[in-house]
């Protein structure tokens, strides 16, 4: 004897209009496509997954098919346009590719190391008080300032993080990168 033999399994309200989800089909996306396929794909993974033979009702409710129906069509519109937006990904960083390709230098030498000349601390203040607009609270990263001469002969500065290393062409750029890269592991 079933227990929910005219309930809805999901909406649980009773209906005397119900079509069986194991033996029923819809048409929905140009295709007809059985209402437990329907649900499966619809259903979170932490659910079981549908049995013909557990206790549950066998029944769903015209209303939550076509509930369920939108879901299934929006569920499968969202993964086609994810597909499409991966391969039109991949194709624009090909093409990155082969353009950063094509503007290297023919040679297969290694471009010429830069010498370091000077070394010191910079100062922690920051000169411009409007650093970063609203933020109000400066970080005080540890940034060394070196000059650094360049492959055209011209002295430069850049600053380096004290904690990755990474060169930024001002301190304000390396304060920010240190903020937020760095803080979060204190």
Not at 5 to 27: V, W
Not at 73 to 100: D, G, M, P, T, Y
């Amino acid at each position: 004897m079933d227990i929910f033999e005219s309930f809805c399994r999901t909406c649980g309200n009773e209906c005397m209009e119900s079509l069986n989800i194991f033996d029923e089909s819809t048409r929905t996306m140009d295709k007809l496509v059985r209402i437990s396929d329907l649900m499966a794909s619809c259903l979170p993974p932490s659910l079981p997954p549908l049995d013909p033979a557990d206790d549950y009702p066998k029944q769903i409710c015209r209303i939550c098919l076509k509930k369920l129906t939108l879901a299934y069509e929006f569920h499968h519109q969202w993964l086609r346009a994810h597909s499409e937006f991966n391969v039109a990904l991949k194709f624009e960083q090909r093409r990155k590719r082969s353009i950063a390709n094509k503007t290297k230098p023919s040679k297969t030498e290694e471009p010429p190391q830069i010498p370091t000349e000077l070394v010191e601390e910079a100062s922690p203040e920051v000169t411009d008080a409007d650093w970063m607009g609203s933020l109000t609270e400066v970080a005080t990263a540890p940034v060394q300032e070196q000059q650094v001469k360049s492959t055209s002969g011209f002295d430069r500065l850049s600053f380096k993080c004290s904690v990755c290393s990474e060169r930024f062409h001002t301190e304000k750029a390396c304060r920010f990168h240190y903020k937020f890269s760095h803080k979060a592991q204190e």
